[in-house]
């Protein structure tokens, strides 16, 4: 029964394989992709005005922000025969994966106002049905995960599945890419990652029971509930500069190689994959030392490692030399690992204790309040790394705007720890 059971939260975890691949193959190219640096090795044109690119993220995100609220709502009310959250992942997968692929065939082959349109209408649907089918799949971890131990050992197992996600992401998409182009690398990578989520479906079977313990409540009056949690809130504050962090990393990374560095775009994948290989080595010990020492303090500790790497790479390429600071990228593989664990098992331990508190089940209104704040945080990075290239510079004479994206965002980190100190779940 046990062996079992493990298989099942195995192949739920599958599913964080895909949605890493699919989150950040996009994240880390399609500004690349619209607006690639002058001179490229590739020979790439540039698709959109770089003063443009930042908004239509921002557009997208704003479509996307809309549909966090409504999806978690409607999957926490939801009452039919496939389960509440299944149905979600079920039907929204396959169009996730279209919209993914259709993001890398632009209409036109040179800059323009049509390309910027194109850009932003993708994004939007894309990141739409991304958030119909995760904020459901997420809050599935409460249901498969009882015991606090259980919930560790299952978003342990997402962790792992994240990270090969995300180094396929990283590493496979520069490699498919550099052979065949974005078009056939956007196949490649939204097939790879809409079977690994369709797992999901193929293989949960959820307890119909807690459809009888759905919130009769409205939608403005669920929202308004969760926001008022002040464990969420303070959690929430901490992990979104942290996310902040990421996302500016995997932006500036190919412009830090190319520019800075003096070798490929698709080197900063090798080096943000070997970050994930020591992340990797990292997880299995992080289920003993959770419990000891409880998820707050282990992730405020590699929260400070991971602002002082942020720093540290402002000065890649102009004080530190190539070898450091693949060096440097690799050791952040240890906050990765961390981030990638134990924030999910949070928000599951907030939502379980309002459940207790509340009398009702809404782990989808905590995990899409979570979804809806970090997009938002993920489209302002998006919109102030190019703000920051436009004023300063991304050239190899002019580059100032690349080396103040890791700065800003260890600022940034160090201000959400001191939310996160007053979060009060000790476990």
């Given at each position: 029964m046990?062996?079992?059971?493990?298989?099942?939260?195995?192949?739920?975890?599958?599913?964080?394989?895909?949605?890493?691949?699919?989150?950040?193959?996009?994240?880390?190219?399609?500004?690349?992709?619209?607006?690639?640096?002058?001179?490229?090795?590739?020979?790439?044109?540039?698709?959109?005005?770089?003063?443009?690119?930042?908004?239509?993220?921002?557009?997208?995100?704003?479509?996307?922000?809309?549909?966090?609220?409504?999806?978690?709502?409607?999957?926490?009310?939801?009452?039919?025969?496939?389960?509440?959250?299944?149905?979600?992942?079920?039907?929204?997968?396959?169009?996730?994966?279209?919209?993914?692929?259709?993001?890398?065939?632009?209409?036109v082959n040179h800059e323009s106002t049509t390309n910027f349109i194109y850009l932003t209408a993708m994004l939007s649907l894309f990141f739409i049905f991304f958030t119909i089918v995760v904020a459901p799949y997420l809050a599935l971890i409460n249901e498969m995960s009882k015991t606090n131990s259980d919930r560790i050992k299952l978003t342990t197992m997402q962790g792992l599945t994240q990270i090969i996600g995300v180094m396929a992401a990283e590493a496979g998409s520069g490699v498919v890419m550099n052979l065949y182009g974005f078009r056939t690398m956007g196949i490649v990578m939204g097939t790879i990652a809409f079977l690994s989520l369709i797992l999901t479906p193929i293989f949960v079977k959820e307890d119909l029971s807690l459809q009888d313990s759905v919130p009769a409540m409205g939608l403005l009056e669920s929202i308004k509930l969760t926001l008022k949690n002040r464990n969420f809130a303070f959690y929430l504050v901490s992990y979104i500069s942290v996310w902040f962090g990421i996302n500016t990393l995997t932006i500036t990374m190919p412009y830090i190689a190319e520019v800075l560095l003096g070798v490929s775009a698709e080197y900063s994948g090798y080096m943000i994959a070997g970050a994930f290989i020591a992340a990797l080595l990292c997880m299995p010990f992080l289920p003993k030392i959770t419990v000891k020492y409880g998820k707050k303090k282990v992730l405020m500790m590699t929260s400070v490692l991971f602002a002082l790497?942020?720093?540290?790479?402002?000065?890649?390429?102009?004080?530190?030399?190539?070898?450091?600071?693949?060096?440097?990228?690799?050791?952040?593989?240890?906050?990765l690992s961390v981030i990638f664990v134990i924030p999910n098992a949070m928000i599951a331990d907030i939502a379980e204790l309002d459940s207790i508190e509340k009398g009702l089940r809404r782990e989808g209104m905590f995990f899409g309040a979570q979804g809806l704040v970090i997009k938002i945080v993920i489209g302002l990075s998006s919109f102030v790394t190019p703000l920051l290239f436009g004023l300063f510079g991304y050239s190899s004479a002019r580059h100032l705007g690349i080396q103040l994206g890791g700065p800003i965002a260890a600022a940034a980190i160090m201000i959400g720890l001191i939310f996160l100190k007053k979060y009060s779940i000790s476990y």
């Open positions: 046990r062996k079992n059971k493990n298989f099942i939260m195995f192949m739920y975890a599958m599913g964080y394989l895909g949605i890493s691949i699919f989150t950040q193959t996009t994240v880390k190219w399609y500004q690349y992709f619209y607006t690639p640096p002058e001179g490229n090795k590739g020979g790439l044109q540039i698709l959109v005005p770089v003063g443009m690119i930042g908004l239509a993220m921002v557009i997208a995100r704003i479509f996307d922000g809309i549909s966090d609220p409504l999806v978690a709502y409607y999957s926490d009310k939801t009452k039919s025969r496939l389960g509440r959250r299944i149905p979600f992942v079920l039907f929204g997968s396959l169009p996730l994966a279209l919209t993914f692929i259709l993001l890398w065939f632009p209409p790497i942020l720093f540290l790479t402002g000065f890649f390429g102009v004080v530190l030399p190539l070898n450091i600071s693949f060096a440097i990228v690799i050791l952040a593989g240890i906050p």
